[in-house]
């Protein structure tokens, strides 16, 4: 049998670049013998619509059933008003809490082309291929207690960062074999100075590296990453970070690379019965609701979501690899969407002429 796809384009300008990762699936099954059994269903505002709730329990079930998720963008304008426990954004958490999803992996890549679309100097960014880990599931963004409390007559916001050992240790190692895929070296990043969560995370990722011994691990303070992505970003591999570093970290590794155009992801959970982690691949970006219907968008974001989903959930490097030498390629021809042009920058061509240059 053919792996299976769900395929949950969404909202605004998701259906348009979904549309061309739907043509690219199509190419491999022709020219490539690699076909999959693709079933489209919805989330989000459109779900909203069809159903009065953003992600229906059947489409829950059929995310769960599939070898892999494959999501566009949720949100806009028109739900802006919802009540909270409807939101489109409502739907997306609802799949990465329920199929547990603890493991955020966002690339931080800069084709040569856009280096000059970095906010950082060419020279420090050319060539630049890491990879942030981010644990999604647990830390200060869950941890109780939580809330807003009165105490000796005045109100106090309380978070809490609290991790387990399973918690850590399931998503050092994540990390570690996405390291042993890629050039072995994996800096863990935490506050271990000031932070009792940050001793732990240290204590517990140290452990776990005992057993894989090929990789090399360092330790660095989360401040000084912060500073060092900015620095010298080159010198990192994988960085392995809990969910509020990570959520930092991640969007500043982005705008190393230029436009949120071109950023794609992959949340991970456990390895289920089909032998794959549950998995869930997204681009970065949202809905954009500014350039919806206009073919405007950038979908390389979500055609590079799917290079990993071939790459993590069907054992497919080579054809992951493939296709992301054909995005380096149309790049350095200068196939440019409109979010890759600067302020002089000639005629952007569209969508679907992205896609084709790319299938081409
Ligand atoms: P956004 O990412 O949708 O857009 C930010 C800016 O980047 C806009 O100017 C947009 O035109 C541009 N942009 C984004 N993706 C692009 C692409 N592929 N090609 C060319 N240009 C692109 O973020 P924003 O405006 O803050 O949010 C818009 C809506 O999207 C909101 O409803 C928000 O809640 C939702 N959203 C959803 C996300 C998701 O589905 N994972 C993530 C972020 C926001
Ligand atoms: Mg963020």
């Known amino acids: 049998a053919n792996p299976s796809l769900l395929i949950l384009p969404g909202d605004g300008i998701g259906p348009e670049v979904m549309a061309e990762v739907e043509r690219v699936i199509a190419w491999f099954g022709d020219k490539r013998d690699l076909s999959f059994d693709v079933e489209t269903d919805l989330v989000g505002g459109a779900a909203y619509d069809a159903h009065g709730t953003p992600l229906h329990d059947d489409t829950m079930a059929k995310a769960h059933a599939a070898d892999a998720v494959l999501l566009g963008a949720v949100g806009g304008p028109a739900y802006d008003d919802l009540d909270f426990s409807v939101k489109p954004e409502r739907g997306l958490l609802r799949l990465r809490k329920e199929m547990d999803l603890f493991s955020n992996l966002r690339p931080a890549q800069c084709f040569d082309a856009l280096a000059d679309f970095s906010s950082l100097k060419r020279d420090i960014v050319s060539g630049l291929d890491i990879m942030i880990v981010r644990e999604l599931t647990s830390g200060s963004y869950f941890g109780e207690p939580r809330g807003i409390f009165e105490e000796d007559g005045q109100r106090v916001g309380i978070n809490t960062q609290r991790y387990t050992e399973a918690e850590i240790d399931r998503v050092a190692r994540s990390a570690f074999e996405l390291a042993m895929r890629r050039n072995k070296r994996v800096c863990s990043m935490e506050k271990a100075n000031v932070m009792e969560s940050g001793i732990l995370w240290r204590e517990v990722v140290t452990?776990?590296?005992?057993?894989?011994?090929?990789?090399?691990?360092?330790?660095?303070?989360?401040?000084?990453?912060?500073?060092?992505?900015?620095?010298?970003?080159?010198?990192?591999?994988?960085?392995?970070?809990?969910?509020?570093?990570?959520?930092?970290?991640?969007?500043?590794?982005?705008?190393?690379?230029?436009?949120?155009?071109?950023?794609?992801?992959?949340?991970?959970?456990?390895?289920?019965?089909?032998?794959?982690?549950?998995?869930?691949?997204?681009?970065?970006?949202?809905?954009?609701?500014?350039?919806?219907?206009?073919?405007?968008?950038?979908?390389?974001?979500?055609i590079l979501s799917f290079a990993m989903a071939l790459r993590y959930s069907f054992d497919q490097g080579a054809e992951a690899a493939r296709l992301e030498a054909a995005v380096e390629k149309v790049l350095a021809d200068g196939a440019r969407t409109g979010d890759l042009m600067g302020p002089d920058g000639g005629t952007p061509i569209s969508t679907i002429q992205m896609g084709d240059v790319i299938l081409a």
């Open 207 to 302: 452990k776990v590296h005992a057993e894989y011994p090929e990789v090399g691990l360092s330790h660095m303070y989360a401040d000084n990453g912060a500073m060092q992505l900015v620095r010298a970003p080159k010198q990192f591999d994988v960085i392995l970070t809990d969910n509020l570093f990570g959520d930092i970290l991640s969007d500043c590794a982005a705008m190393l690379t230029g436009s949120l155009g071109m950023l794609p992801s992959a949340s991970l959970g456990a390895i289920g019965e089909n032998g794959r982690p549950k998995a869930l691949y997204e681009p970065v970006h949202g809905s954009a609701p500014d350039i919806t219907g206009q073919s405007k968008a950038n979908p390389i974001a979500c």
